[in-house]
Every structure is written in structure tokens, then in C-alpha cells.
């Protein structure tokens, strides 16, 4: 299983961006997905999670309000919009495969993709 997010690049604050992670060899209709991220300095951060069924989601909330994940099973991707971005969301941005989202945590993640930076500058 390969996981590859993209999407990221340099924004000013206020700012959107949405970023994309596809998968090969799984089928994202069937697990729990997530993003995290990394500051520069800081430890990996929980961002956003979805249940496969879609019948939950959970934000951290630092981002609650801004951020929506979302997925696009035809496409086996999984999305995470980013509106009114802010310098301190500057991060490396990972997306995450399998795992249990559960309405206060998501643990056992499986799969870990290739981050994408996202830069904000204020």
C-alpha cells in the first residue's frame, strides 16, 4: 500500500488550499482515514479523521470550522480543504490509512504517505 499526499504549496494567510492523497493498492471505500501534521520543531499533530462509513469525523481543534476532510471513493482519494489558513498551520501535511476512528480519538493507523508542505505566510 502506497500513500501519496500532494496539494501543498506557499499561501498567504487567509488563504486556501486543499490537498489530495491517493492510494495504491487499497481501497479507501473500507478504512478509516486521517491527516496529521508536522511544524517545523514541533511533534506530529492529529488534524482530521473519517470513519469509512462516513458516520464520523473528528477535527482537532485547532481547525475545527476551517478544515473539512472529505473522500471521493470512485477516485480513492481523501481530501482535507483548508480555508482561512493561518501562519502556524505551516507544516508538513501526511494522510493516513486504516485504523479506528472513534468520536473522541483515532488510533492504529496502518498507513502513513509521503507529506506534502504547506507554508502560510502571514
Known amino acids: 500500500v502506497q500513500l501519496q499526499a500532494y496539494g501543498g504549496g506557499l499561501v498567504q494567510h487567509g488563504g486556501s488550499l486543499r490537498l489530495s492523497c491517493t492510494a495504491s493498492g487499497r481501497t479507501f471505500s473500507s478504512y478509516d482515514m486521517g491527516w496529521f501534521r508536522r511544524a517545523p520543531g514541533k511533534e506530529r499533530e492529529f488534524v482530521a479523521a473519517?470513519?469509512?462509513?462516513?458516520?464520523?469525523?473528528r477535527y482537532a481543534d485547532s481547525v475545527k470550522g476551517r478544515f473539512t476532510i472529505s473522500t471521493d471513493n470512485a477516485k480513492n482519494t481523501v481530501y482535507l480543504q483548508m480555508n482561512n489558513l493561518k501562519p502556524e498551520d505551516t507544516a508538513v501535511y501526511y494522510c493516513t490509512s486504516g485504523g479506528t476512528v472513534t468520536p473522541v480519538s483515532y488510533y492504529g493507523m496502518e498507513y502513513w504517505g509521503k507529506g506534502t508542505l504547506v507554508t502560510v505566510s502571514s
Open positions: 473519517k470513519s469509512w462509513s462516513g458516520t464520523i469525523t
